[in-house]
T-cell receptor, first 115, second 113 residues
């Protein structure tokens, strides 16, 4: 069985602050993918990033960065200089061959960025 | 424009009635999925289909049914057997490549009166 845990249910920051969303995963597979999705108030999930288990390089995309550490089974997401438009629910998810390639989602973290 | 459409956006149903949620994609994706999201919670898989005319139960299939007669379409029927159907329903699709990301539709919010 695989599992994704997002321990932070809600985070509130003031605009321009940096914020890190935590994601811890469990899987017995050696080959797997990790994902982050954003769910704005409209409800649709927007894909942000995919990372495979063999690539531990951190990634930066504009104000977004991701820190993948296999040693701690974590895939954390940092938003630098947060903006009000970043307010959303963010989901971390895991997919692996032995779990039938199904996506397992964490419970989500609601981020509120105040002006 | 390629994408996934779900209709309607809001749906109200009387208790005891069946209702069908539409999901259409023009991305030429092989696999399609239905998820349920309850307030403040993550997504749970209801049903999925990896190919036309074939589908599999997910984690919470009881009280739901699906069909996959066309590649582009994967409708979900919420039956009267579903005890607590009020929720937000999301449809997703993915290419045939096994670990690619899933793309999601805008969702349907179902309320049972």
């Amino acid at each position: 069985a695989q599992k994704v845990t997002q321990a932070q249910t809600e985070i509130s920051v003031v605009e321009k602050e940096d914020v890190t969303l935590d994601c811890v995963y469990e899987t017995r597979d050696t080959t797997y993918y990790l994902f982050w999705y954003k769910q704005p108030p409209s409800g649709e999930l927007v894909f942000l990033i995919r990372r495979n288990s063999f690539d531990e390089q951190n990634e930066i995309s504009g104000r977004y960065s991701w820190n993948f550490q296999k040693s701690t089974s974590s895939f954390n997401f940092t938003i630098t200089a947060s903006q009000v438009v970043d307010s959303a629910v963010y989901f971390c998810a895991l997919s692996s061959h032995n779990a039938g390639n199904m996506l397992t989602f964490g419970g989500g973290t609601r981020l509120m960025v105040k002006p | 424009d390629g994408g996934i459409t779900q209709s309607p956006k809001y749906l109200f149903r009387k208790e005891g009635q069946n209702v069908t949620l539409s999901c259409e994609q023009n991305l030429n994706h092989d696999a399609m999925y239905w998820y349920r999201q309850d307030p403040g919670q993550g997504l749970r898989l209801i049903y999925y289909s990896q190919i036309v005319n074939d589908f599999q139960k997910g984690d919470i299939a009881e009280g739901y049914s699906v069909s996959r007669e066309k590649k582009e379409s994967f409708p979900l029927t919420v039956t009267s057997a579903q005890k607590n159907p009020t929720a937000f329903y999301l449809c997703a699709s993915r290419t045939g490549t096994s670990l690619d990301e899933q793309f999601f539709g805008p969702g349907t919010r179902l309320t049972v009166l």
